[in-house]
Each structure stands twice: as C-alpha cells, then as structure tokens.
C-alpha cells in the first residue's frame, strides 16, 4: 500500500545512455514533481505536473522530458547522460495546487549513478 | 524568487535534550512552511507544516514557530531520542504554482 513508489530503486549507467524512471501515486492525487537531490543532499524541483498539464519547468536541460500519462503517473526520460547527472531523483505528488492542498508526499528515490 | 536559509548545519544533542533548528526566508508572500525528515536512504517525510495565519502549531513532541515580521520559522523538538537523528529540512511556498524552495538541510544527531 506504498502511496508514492518509483522504479528503480538504483541506476547506473554509462555516459550517452538513455534512461527512465518511472513513478507511480495511489493516493489520488492531482498534481506531481520531480526533484533532484544532489551529493550534499540540496533538493531543487525539477518539474510539476497538475491533471497531466506540465506547471513548473525549472531551467532543466532540455535533456530530460517528463511524461504524464494519467495523473497516477509521472515519469522522467533523460537522453544522452552525463555524469553531472548522477543524483537522487524524487518524485512527490500532492493533492492539487491551491494553498490547502499542497502538502507534498515523497516516494523513495532513485539513485542514478553516471559512470 | 524564493530563498530559504538554515542554519546550523549540523546538530548535536544528548538524548532527552531539546533541538531547535531555524531557517530565514526572503519572500514576504511565502505563506506556507513545511518541514521533511529523511532518514537514509529514504524519501523527506513531511513531519509537520504551518501556513501564514498561524502562529505556532504542535504535534505531540514537535512544534513549529513562524514569525512572519522577521520572515524566520523553527523547528521544535523536545525529549529527543535516537530515532530523531536524520537530516532534516525546512522549505516554503508563496503559493505559486505549489513550488516549495527548500533549505539546505540539517544534520541532527541524537547521542544516546
């Protein structure tokens, strides 16, 4: 009964590689975030989705993509790898947007290791 | 934008003793303040959140404190126990789009 789950757990890959993590809430939730959490544990949101309609897009290289099938689902692609990317990436979801609703939840991350 | 400050980095504290951590925040239309815990290897948990109109909230052995005028909110932790040593995070939100900035992070470690 996890409420925010991601896959996989560990990545590790080489440098040019294409990869995918995928995340999945069953708490029915309206709006989900990616969040990368770099090697002195600094968390800065990537993006966030509402109703599978992308809201916040933070600068991120235009490398990673981010895939909303249906609002229990958020994934993120990132093409062409580099070792700047090695990070731990969270993916969080939270009721909807407006000011009550916006206590976020976090899944476990994924550890992603360039080499 | 948003910039959210905490201070110490690292904490260190006798067990039974109490922690205070702070954190400072620029956006005077932040109204919303979250603090995560993240023990390793896990995901922040939300411990605990209080939002603008409000001056203090508590739950059981946590408290938290928002002084608006000086833009800063703590964390209150009384009778600490080992369980309590984990990375914790303050952030905020002006409510814009749900964005939360976070803080740097805080080490607390709880010596038994």
């Known amino acids: 009964d996890t409420a925010v789950s991601q896959t996989p757990k560990y990545l590790v890959t080489q440098m040019g590689n294409d990869k995918s993590i995928k995340c999945e809430q069953n708490?029915?939730?309206?709006?989900m975030y990616w969040y990368k959490q770099d090697s002195k544990k600094f968390l800065k949101i990537m993006f966030s989705y509402n109703n599978k309609e992308l809201i916040i897009n933070e600068t991120v290289p235009n490398r990673f993509s981010p895939k909303s099938p249906d609002k229990a689902h958020l994934n993120l692609h990132i093409n062409s790898l580099e070792l700047g990317d090695s990070a731990v990436y969270f993916c969080?979801?939270?009721?909807?947007?407006?000011?009550?609703?916006?206590?976020?939840?976090f899944g476990p991350g994924t550890r992603l290791t360039v080499t | 934008g948003e910039n959210v400050e905490q201070h110490p980095s690292t904490l260190s504290v006798q067990e039974g003793d109490s922690a205070v951590i702070k954190c400072t925040y620029s956006d005077s239309a932040s109204n919303y303040f979250p603090w995560y815990k993240q023990e390793l290897g896990k995901g922040p948990q939300l411990i605990i959140d209080i939002r603008s109109n409000v001056g203090e909230k508590k739950d059981q052995r946590i408290a938290v404190t928002l002084n608006k005028t000086a833009k800063h909110f703590s964390l209150h932790i009384t009778e600490t126990q080992p369980e309590d040593s984990a990375v914790y995070f303050c952030a905020a939100s002006n409510n814009a789009r749900s964005k939360l900035t976070f803080g740097k992070g805080i080490t607390l470690s709880v010596r038994p």
């Open positions: 969080a979801s939270s009721q909807g947007m407006e000011s009550d609703l916006y206590e976020q939840y």
């Open positions: 708490l029915g939730h309206d709006t």
